[in-house]
């Protein structure tokens, strides 16, 4: 039986494709690979043995749009899930969760505040923006949060992309 960070498997990659920063359940399952290629690292296998990642993959992914596939990685069954952020790549590595957990839309500002997020906006800078009080972006954050089921928001903002919530 997976553990259960196997959904939170997370890696961040640059524009070369290579792992910039991963956090612990992903260094726990792949070791640590950063500065490496994401596909040297991953080596995922689907099905018929094939791979189901390739060199540059993660270059040819247009901002807002997610890939998803499975297989197997490091002998186990996972979905490898990538999706592009600005200049960047978040791949989640895990689980997929059953139908009736998948979580509710974010509303339009939600979008907006996360979108911020993902481009490295702080919260305060955030409210100055969207022109509300810091209050209002830290009560936007956790609503984001909880309705993801991220328990971060880098998180929020990997599993947004991937669900095709965020551009």
């Known amino acids: 039986m997976a553990d259960r960070d196997s959904k939170n498997r997370l890696l961040v990659l640059n524009p070369a494709g290579e792992i910039v ?16 290629s994401c596909w040297d690292v991953v080596g995922g296998l689907g099905e018929g043995r094939q ?35 600005g200049d960047f ?15 509710v839309a974010l509303t339009e500002r939600q979008r907006q505040v996360l979108g911020l997020v993902a481009t490295g906006h702080s919260s305060p800078e955030i409210a100055s923006e969207l ?7 830290r009560s936007h954050c956790l609503d984001i949060r909880r309705k993801l ?12 992309i991937i669900q095709g919530q965020l551009e």
């Open 131 to 137: 022109g509300v009080a810091l209050t209002t972006v």
């Open 21 to 36: 920063a991963m956090n612990g359940p992903a260094a726990k399952l792949l070791g640590r690979g950063e500065g490496k």
């Open 149 to 160: 089921g991220a328990r971060t928001l880098a998180q929020a903002v990997a599993q947004a």
């Open 89 to 103: 790549v978040i791949v989640r590595l895990g689980q997929e969760l059953p139908p009736q957990a998948l979580p």
């Open 51 to 85: 791979t189901i990642c390739e060199p540059g993959c993660s270059g040819r992914l247009r901002p807002g749009t997610a890939l998803e596939r499975g297989g197997w990685v490091r002998g186990e069954r996972t979905t490898l899930a990538c999706g592009r952020v």
